[in-house]
Nanobody
């Protein structure tokens, strides 16, 4: 089992920044990657970013490329999502996930409880 706890969400104005954290515990070595997904009201959950545990390769959705940066601290079993130049369309509940895949939420086995990000205009 893997437990994930997100933090760092909040209310910001457009153009500002936030950093989300996801602390993982348990059998993290059994997973290949950590990912961030988001779900806005009335919309399906969508991929945001992912990072592999071993090689540190990073992946981004086109909507956030150049604005968001994912990173990891293996010693702390923590993954971060630095979000800059936030837009109102980034408003969503952000979920951290751990699993064997990258882009599809179906490939992730473990999920955090989510953290709300609200970007006001």
């Amino acid at each position: 089992q893997v437990q994930l706890v997100e933090s760092g969400g909040g209310l910001v104005q457009a153009g500002e920044s936030l950093r989300l954290s996801c602390a993982a515990s348990g059998r993290t070595f059994s997973t290949n990657a950590m990912g961030w997904f988001r779900q806005a009201p009335g919309k399906e959950r969508e991929f945001v970013s992912a990072i592999s545990w071993r090689g540190g390769r990073t992946y981004y959705a086109n909507a956030v490329k150049g604005r968001f940066t994912i990173s990891r601290d293996n010693a702390k079993n923590t993954v971060y999502l630095q979000m800059n130049s936030l837009k109102t369309e980034d408003t969503a509940v952000y979920y951290c996930a751990a699993g064997g895949g990258i882009y599809s939420d179906l490939e992730y086995d473990y999920w955090g409880q989510g953290t709300q990000v609200i970007v006001s205009s």
